[in-house]
């Protein structure tokens, strides 16, 4: 079938007024012969949006490889068949934040889901993911469904699915997502208006957020010597502030001055250029409130408040804490806290150190491929973490990344020290003395041909660098293939003689080579000298 044809016959069953307006345009222009109309006709209808493990994510409009309401209507269908197929009359929780047409991709969701004979609950307003991930646990759901694309860039949405039962609100994992990608394509062969929907589904009580805010909360339960702490807040145009005000009021910490250009929901992201706590730029309007302020620290959520950043005062001005600097501060807290029990867990691509942590408390560590689809599920875990701002500290409540737990982590810890006269920079000094002097650093390599990653990964395995400027391979793991049954992934690592590691992988979101970097010295200059060493080298390999 035609782009053409295609652009027709999903013209026929859109709903949308915005997207079929954009549609019809483009439609009209290529049947005259408009050359840029049918390339973009080409672009919008190149196959489909592909459901994966993080569910669906892509840039707003009309078209198969566009989120908009005809694939999220697909989407819905599709994953109602396959919880139909699993159990007679499951239950299934719709979240949403506040990126544009978030809250109109839920209920179209839910009068989907309600349709087809599910038991559809949709939260009572725009909220952040880990109050979704919650409520999928607290409410005993099959399944849940939160419409967000993260930090990803203003014009972009998602479909992001959890599931209940055995995978206890985890996100899903294969081969989950191909069973219900296949049911999804079933449904795409057909029309939307087929679809039968309702009305019929419930929204879901205050009560819910209530629980979430009650046990969050308890994550770090504010000691006196939080009293007077100054802090600085900024939700970056998301959907954080309300419930994590709510948290910080529970647990009885001072409230944070907030950077009121950013506290409200605002889809359009007016103040920075990509939502992002982890992009240059991201925090500024966080840290010029904070030196003004003279705050002891200063917190970022990313839009739906599934990430936390972190920076501190230094001599030489803010520094934004990285998320491996945070991951260790956090894990060092859960590992005090586990009496001997249980594990770390951290993706495969954050610091090694959270290892060290685990060895010294006598606690097992888990490494797992990168996302909390897999975090989430190790066994025995206590506290998991990812690089890029991602933190579990309340297994028991959320499984997968939550930036409000995280943050009241944080502040526990701050309060803490401040009791001792210390700060979260003397923590890190303190911890780095106890573990050894980690460096983390990334290497990333942008193509506007995606063949470039294939084909550079390809050379990498074929020949892989027997040394790293002067440093030898002690060890090289290609890890598409692993033993025992156990999950692979497109990840080349290299352990290094001097306990260095270089991993590199395909960025999931973005058309990136990506190369992390670990080193270990026995000083932080040291550290930092290895580090310098390394990503001169790695930068001269991919050149």
Same mark, same amino acid.
């Given at each position: 079938?035609?782009?053409?044809?295609?652009?027709?016959?999903?013209?026929?069953?859109?709903?949308?007024?915005?997207?079929?307006?954009?549609?019809?345009?483009?439609? $009209?222009?290529?049947?005259?012969?408009?050359?840029?109309?049918?390339? $973009?006709?080409?672009?919008?209808?190149?196959?489909?949006?592909?459901?994966?493990?993080?569910?669906?994510?892509?840039?707003?409009?009309?078209?198969?490889?566009?989120?908009?309401?005809? %694939?999220?209507?697909?989407?819905?269908?599709? #994953?109602?068949?396959?919880? @139909?197929?699993?159990?007679?009359?499951?239950?299934?929780?719709?979240?949403?934040?506040?990126?544009?047409?978030?809250?109109?991709?839920?209920?179209?969701?839910?009068?989907?889901?309600?349709?087809?004979?599910?038991?559809?609950?949709?939260?009572?307003?725009?909220?952040?993911?880990?109050?979704?991930?919650?409520?999928?646990?607290? @409410?005993?759901?099959?399944?849940?469904?939160?419409?967000?694309?993260?930090?990803?860039?203003?014009?972009?949405?998602?479909?992001?699915?959890?599931?209940?039962?055995?995978?206890?609100?985890?996100?899903?994992?294969?081969?989950?997502?191909?069973?219900?990608?296949? #049911?999804?394509?079933?449904?795409?062969?057909?029309?939307?208006?087929? %679809?039968?929907?309702?009305?019929?589904?419930?929204?879901?009580?205050?009560?819910?957020?209530?629980?979430?805010?009650?046990?969050?909360?308890?994550?770090?339960?504010?000691? +006196?010597?939080?009293?007077?702490?100054?802090?600085?807040?900024?939700?970056?145009?998301?959907?954080?502030?309300?419930?994590?005000?709510?948290?910080?009021?529970?647990?009885?910490?001072?409230?944070?001055?907030?950077?009121? $250009?950013?506290?409200?929901?605002?889809?359009?992201?007016?103040?920075?250029?990509?939502?992002?706590? +982890?992009?240059?730029?991201?925090?500024?309007?966080?840290?010029?409130?904070?030196?003004?302020?003279?705050? +002891?620290?200063?917190?970022?959520?990313?839009?739906?408040?599934?990430?936390?950043?972190?920076?501190?005062?230094?001599?030489?001005?803010?520094? /934004?804490?990285?998320?491996?600097?945070?991951?260790? @501060?956090?894990?060092?807290?859960?590992?005090?806290?586990?009496?001997?029990?249980?594990? %770390?867990?951290?993706?495969?691509?954050?610091?090694?150190?959270?290892? +060290?942590?685990?060895?010294?408390?006598?606690?097992?560590?888990?490494?797992?491929?990168?996302? #909390?689809?897999?975090?989430?599920?190790?066994?025995?875990?206590? #506290?998991?973490?990812?690089?890029?701002?991602?933190?579990?500290?309340?297994?028991?409540?959320?499984?997968?990344?939550?930036?409000?737990?995280?943050?009241?982590?944080?502040?526990?810890?701050?309060?803490?020290?401040?009791?001792?006269?210390?700060?979260?920079?003397?923590?890190?000094?303190?911890?780095? $003395?106890?573990?050894?002097?980690?460096?983390?650093?990334?290497?990333?390599?942008?193509?506007?041909?995606?063949?470039?990653?294939?084909?550079?990964?390809? /050379?990498?395995?074929?020949?892989?660098?027997?040394?790293?400027?002067?440093?030898?391979?002690?060890?090289?793991?290609?890890?598409?293939?692993?033993?025992?049954?156990?999950?692979?992934?497109?990840?080349?690592?290299?352990? @290094?003689?001097?306990?260095?590691?270089?991993?590199?992988?395909?960025?999931?979101?973005?058309?990136?080579?990506?190369?992390?970097?670990?080193?270990?010295?026995?000083?932080?200059?040291?550290?930092?000298?290895?580090?310098?060493?390394?990503?001169?080298?790695?930068?001269?390999?991919?050149?």
């Amino acid at each position: 079938m035609s782009a053409l044809d295609a652009a027709r016959r999903w013209l026929d069953q859109d709903p949308d007024p915005e997207t079929r307006a954009q549609l019809a345009s483009l439609i $009209e222009r290529a049947g005259a012969g408009d050359g840029d109309a049918s390339a $973009e006709l080409d672009a919008r209808f190149d196959g489909r949006l592909q459901f994966g493990t993080a569910g669906l994510r892509g840039q707003l409009g009309a078209g198969s490889a566009r989120m908009n309401r005809v %694939l999220v209507a697909q989407a819905a269908g599709g #994953f109602a068949r396959y919880l @139909l197929a699993r159990t007679p009359r499951p239950r299934v929780v719709i979240g949403y934040d506040g990126r544009k047409n978030s809250e109109v991709f839920a209920r179209d969701s839910a009068e989907v889901f309600a349709g087809a004979g599910l038991e559809a609950i949709l939260l009572p307003r725009l909220l952040p993911t880990p109050v979704l991930a919650f409520a999928v646990r607290h @409410l005993g759901a099959d399944a849940g469904v939160m419409v967000t694309a993260s930090h990803n860039p203003p014009n972009d949405n998602g479909y992001k699915v959890y599931l209940g039962g055995a995978d206890d609100g985890a996100q899903i994992v294969s081969p989950a997502d191909r069973e219900i990608a296949a #049911f999804i394509d079933e449904v795409a062969a057909g029309s939307i208006a087929e %679809l039968p929907r309702s009305s019929s589904y419930s929204v879901g009580s205050e009560e819910i957020v209530r629980a979430y805010v009650e046990a969050t909360a308890a994550v770090a339960p504010a000691p +006196e010597a939080a009293a007077g702490m100054r802090w600085v807040y900024t939700a970056m145009h998301g959907v954080g502030w309300e419930t994590t005000r709510a948290v910080v009021e529970r647990a009885g910490y001072p409230l944070p001055a907030t950077v009121s $250009e950013q506290i409200a929901p605002d889809a359009a992201f007016p103040t920075v250029a990509f939502p992002n706590p +982890e992009e240059p730029g991201a925090m500024d309007l966080s840290l010029a409130l904070a030196e003004a302020e003279g705050a +002891e620290f200063a917190i970022a959520n990313d839009p739906d408040a599934d990430r936390v950043a972190v920076a501190i005062p230094t001599a030489d001005g803010w520094r /934004r804490l990285t998320g491996n600097e945070v991951g260790l @501060l956090l894990g060092e807290r859960a590992a005090r806290a586990a009496g001997g029990s249980g594990s %770390l867990a951290c993706s495969l691509v954050s610091s090694p150190g959270l290892g +060290e942590i685990a060895r010294a408390h006598g606690l097992d560590w888990h490494e797992t491929l990168t996302g #909390f689809k897999w975090i989430s599920r190790a066994p025995g875990m206590v #506290f998991g973490f990812e690089e890029a701002l991602g933190y579990l500290v309340n297994p028991d409540t959320v499984r997968d990344k939550d930036g409000i737990s995280a943050a009241i982590a944080i502040l526990g810890l701050a309060a803490e020290a401040r009791a001792e006269g210390k700060t979260l920079a003397d923590l890190l000094d303190e911890l780095a $003395e106890r573990i050894g002097h980690y460096a983390s650093g990334q290497v990333s390599i942008r193509v506007e041909d995606l063949s470039i990653i294939g084909a550079t990964m390809a /050379r990498l395995r074929a020949e892989p660098p027997a040394a790293f400027g002067e440093v030898a391979v002690a060890r090289f793991d290609d890890l598409l293939v692993v033993p025992d049954g156990q999950p692979g992934g497109d990840i080349l690592r290299f352990l @290094l003689e001097d306990g260095g590691r270089v991993i590199f992988r395909p960025s999931g979101t973005e058309p990136k080579l990506k190369a992390y970097l670990d080193v270990k010295g026995a000083s932080a200059s040291e550290a930092q000298s290895r580090l310098a060493a390394l990503e001169s080298a790695v930068r001269a390999l991919l050149a």
